[in-house]
């Protein structure tokens, strides 16, 4: 959906957050095995959904030249955590500069 919004001129520039991974602890998450408004598509309690979320893609160093590999994440990365409220700021990593 990114890439579509940049193509088509919809969004100029793209910022990713990046989340701590234990955010998937917290109460009231939802999970969508892909694009949550999508019709058709089926919303789960994230307590539910663990078993689905591919994390090994997500949150470690895989070979994303692998085609098997870069599936799963094209795949990855459609699926959504829905958050009901907000994130509190302790749940966003902080950027540490290289070097």
Request: glycine share 6%.
């Amino acid at each position: 959906m990114e890439f579509l919004a940049r193509q088509e001129g919809r969004i100029e520039r793209t910022t990713w957050l990046y989340v701590e991974p234990s955010v998937l602890k917290l109460d009231g998450l939802m999970y969508s095995h892909g694009v949550a408004n999508k019709s058709g598509m089926v919303v789960f309690p994230i307590r539910e959904a663990l078993h689905l979320i591919d994390l090994e893609v997500i949150c470690t160093r895989t070979d994303w030249r692998d085609p098997a590999i870069k599936s799963r994440l094209d795949h990855a990365e459609k699926c959504e955590v829905l958050v009901p409220d907000h994130l509190p700021l302790q749940y966003f990593e902080k950027y540490l500069p290289n070097g």
